[in-house]
């Protein structure tokens, strides 16, 4: 049967008068790199974003060509097309590897040139909303409200360049000091910038974003198509898990600013029990380097797997009894690590190795979803390990309370419905009319 939302068609822009109407739906401009097909994280949330706001409001998307494509979907290169009801402007620019700085460099600069000309030529819009893949973009996001004489909403997935200086990527200096400065000054012109956690809201009002500008949205997880897995579990008997052993999982980016490393401290702490396994899921740059410590430590009890497809992700989730979310303690001030919610969904309990004042932290406390160890300390790990695998009945109904939490506060449905009003919000203040206090 033929289903429109599921087609891809070309679309022919009108550019001619394009006055507000309160006749039409509001228009709203996303600008980001990542974006179906993508399979990057901000690529697949700024998706289901746009097409679940698609019913409320006329979505456009300007973005770049995937870096991976998952599904093997067909796409329109550097045409117009729409998906779902989101018309998606694809620009062109280069895709040099990303492990060579200036390749990443060359297709940072050209993908913004490219999405700086097309969006500023696209029909008139009624909010701009830029997002951080590349962080620049908010820069861009100043010059289309003028152009389109627009609200601007700024999205941040996180704060650049802090989070560069504050895990040691990038060192203060002259050049990190100016874009924190341009930056700024753009979070304070924003009608709104939306970001992740409460932490990232005290980070921006403390350097001067009017502090009703800055609202906060976690990301989500789709709890309908995330579920615990039933019965004998697909992926544990795939890998060769035994049923009863206890899994510990880290699941997602291998990154050297993890600090992962900790997490086979804690598993060559624990390497005497054969009831607890370590699994890690993913890929990243600090994936070699652990494999190769942990064939050097012997660690039989350490086991790595490839992404899994993201329909397969309830099954792969719901096949450890521990999640671990590790994260340097510098960075939560200027991110949130969203793996939480998938976590939640799957109804596994929680080892968060995270700074007890932070927002991660309190959630994992609040509704008792796991136990909180600070950053960087293995030894605390093991133990929290150990108490999980003595008290299997408090763990599973760990992971039962977070399941429950995310279908209540963070649904795909329930957090993309406030961003919806956000924007809502953002175009009703553009098209209030302005009235004059005449004093007698």
């Not at 620009?91 to 969006?119: C, D, E, M």
């Not at 410590?293 to 792969?316: C, H, I, M, W």
């Not at 596994?348 to 160890?373: C, F, K, M, N, Q």
Request: glycine share 6%; proline share 5%; with cysteine.
């Amino acid at each position: 049967m033929f289903n429109p939302s599921n087609t891809s068609t070309e679309v022919v822009e009108s550019e001619g008068t394009d006055e507000r109407n309160p006749r039409r739906r509001p228009r709203v401009l996303f600008l980001n790199r990542s974006y179906w097909p993508d399979g990057e994280a901000t690529g697949q949330l700024l998706t289901e974003l746009s097409e679940d706001l698609a019913d409320r409001f006329d979505v456009t998307v300007v973005a770049g060509l995937p870096n991976t494509n998952p599904s093997n979907e067909p796409y329109r290169t550097f045409r117009s097309e729409v998906r779902r009801g989101v018309r998606i402007l694809r620009v062109p620019h280069t895709r040099l590897p990303k492990g060579w700085l200036p390749g990443r460099a060359i297709n940072f600069i050209t993908f913004l040139a490219s999405a700086t000309i097309r969006s500023t030529f696209c029909r008139r819009q009624d909010v701009i909303v830029v997002e951080t893949d590349p962080f620049l973009l908010s820069l861009i996001g100043v010059m289309l409200r003028w152009r389109h004489r627009a609200n601007l909403v700024v999205y941040l997935q996180d704060i650049h360049p802090d989070i560069g200086v504050a895990i040691g990527r990038l060192k203060e200096s002259c050049l990190t000091r100016t874009l924190r400065r341009s930056l700024n000054a753009v979070y304070r012109r924003a009608e709104r910038v939306v970001v992740l956690s409460r932490d990232m809201r005290n980070t921006l009002v403390a350097a001067g974003v009017p502090e009703h500008a800055v609202v906060c949205i976690p990301n989500w997880i789709d709890t309908k198509r995330v579920r615990p897995s039933k019965g004998r579990n697909r992926f544990r008997t795939e890998a060769g898990i035994d049923d009863d052993a206890f899994v510990v999982m880290y699941s997602g980016n291998l990154g050297i600013t993890q600090q992962l490393d900790r997490l086979l401290d804690a598993a060559e702490m624990l390497r005497s029990r054969s009831d607890v396994s370590m699994v890690f899921i993913g890929g990243g740059s600090a994936e070699a380097g652990l494999r190769e410590e942990a064939n050097r430590r012997g660690l039989t009890n350490v086991r790595f797997f490839p992404y899994q497809p993201k329909e397969a992700l309830g099954d792969s989730l719901s096949a450890a009894d521990l999640h671990a979310i590790t994260v340097h303690p510098a960075a939560l001030a200027f991110l949130m690590p969203s793996k939480l919610y998938g976590i939640l969904a799957a109804a596994r309990a929680v080892l968060a190795a995270a700074p007890s004042d932070s927002e991660l932290a309190e959630i994992v406390r609040t509704h008792r979803l796991g136990y909180v160890v600070p950053p960087g300390d293995a030894r605390a790990m093991a133990a929290a390990i150990g108490k999980a695998v003595e008290d299997r009945a408090e763990t599973t109904a760990m992971g039962i309370r977070g399941r429950q939490l995310a279908e209540e506060t963070y649904d795909r449905a329930y957090v993309t419905r406030q961003f919806g009003d956000l924007l809502a919000d953002v175009y009703d203040e553009a098209t209030r009319p302005q009235t004059t206090t005449v004093e007698a």
